[in-house]
């Protein structure tokens, strides 16, 4: 189990708070798994989607997904990469 006092998650949160208001015109994208270090995730995403939606982000320009059964690892990554490019640069189609 991942150290109770790892200051990553609230340094992120922090981050994210001051600087949000900057990213209004960018699109950003969330996912993660219930697997290996993926299954520490869920209460950090809750509280980054909740100043997400503070922020004013929207299913237009914010996206977080969860994958049950994947993991944090390159292989889960690429079998999911389709969904942050899609949602980040559109379809490819004309």
Known sequence: MPHRN???PATFVQYLEMN???????????????????????????????IMKEAGFNHSNWQTLFF????HSEDAW????D????????STKE
């Open 6 to 8: 790892n200051p990553v």
């Open 20 to 50: 949000l208001s900057k990213l209004s015109d960018s699109k950003i994208y969330f996912d993660y798994g219930d697997q290996t270090l993926d299954a520490f995730y869920l209460p950090h995403q809750k509280k980054v989607d909740g």
């Open 68 to 71: 049950k059964g994947q993991n």
């Open 78 to 81: 690429r079998s999911r990469l």
């Open 83 to 90: 969904k942050p490019l899609l949602f980040l640069f559109g």
